[in-house]
């Protein structure tokens, strides 16, 4: 993955932090740190994603549940794994509803393979293939509802969330702060936002993750 360092926290191409006036201060936010407590296992990894590169930190996170399986002939409570989307990779963590409603295949630039167009729902979550059946074998394993249910952390950046809100608030002529609440009320089950995804990597880190 590339490095916490190399990608700004906020896409550069969406409305900057003077554009989220409208929306609460994050010093006046509560967050969610619980999930740190649960890195506890001998092996721990966090894989950091400012990209959604077809989902390459989900493939990471499963082969490295299948690696440590393999070389210490353990199973998967041997392991701790945190994935971290930022940046442009954030959207992988909104459910299906946003992906319709704003037409994220189309800016995210993600296609569905079982319709072949921009993508309508997120593809990430629940995987299915080229007929539109749920996904076996390897392309199951790396979907976000399945590494969830073998324990992985999912955290997104929400910096990068209140930059995609701005966005689509322009585009639809809402106020930033509605769409910023809404995509936040249509996270993933399970996915945590922290304010920033650097952050959320280094919070990993000092749990004890191996950055990756």
């Not at 509560?30 to 506890?40: F, G, H, L, Q, V």
């Not at 809100?165 to 809404?182: D, F, G, L, M």
Request: proline share 5%; aromatic share 8%.
């Amino acid at each position: 993955a590339t490095s916490a360092s190399s990608q700004a926290a906020t896409p550069a191409s969406l409305p900057s932090d003077a554009n989220h006036a409208s929306m609460p201060k994050q010093s006046e936010l509560t967050w969610d740190t619980s999930w740190m407590s649960r890195i506890t296992a001998k092996h721990k990894a966090v894989f950091d994603s400012p990209e959604i590169n077809d989902g390459d930190a989900l493939w990471s996170a499963s082969g490295y549940f299948d690696w440590v399986k393999d070389v210490f002939k353990t199973g998967d409570s041997d392991s701790s794994v945190v994935v971290v989307l930022r940046h442009f990779a954030v959207p992988m963590l909104y459910s299906d509803a946003m992906w319709a409603k704003y037409d994220l295949g189309a800016e995210t630039k993600t296609t569905d393979p079982s319709t072949k167009k921009a993508a309508k729902r997120n593809i990430f979550y629940k995987k299915l293939d080229k007929d539109g059946k749920p996904a076996t074998g390897d392309d199951a394993a790396a979907s976000i509802a399945a590494l969830t249910s073998r324990g992985v952390i999912f955290l997104g950046c929400d910096m990068a969330t209140r930059g995609f809100a701005s966005r689509i608030a322009e585009k639809t002529k809402q106020q930033p702060s509605a769409v910023y609440e809404e995509l936040k009320q249509n996270l993933l089950p399970t996915a945590t936002l922290m304010p920033t995804g650097i952050f959320a990597t280094l919070l990993a880190q000092e749990a004890g993750c191996s950055k990756m």
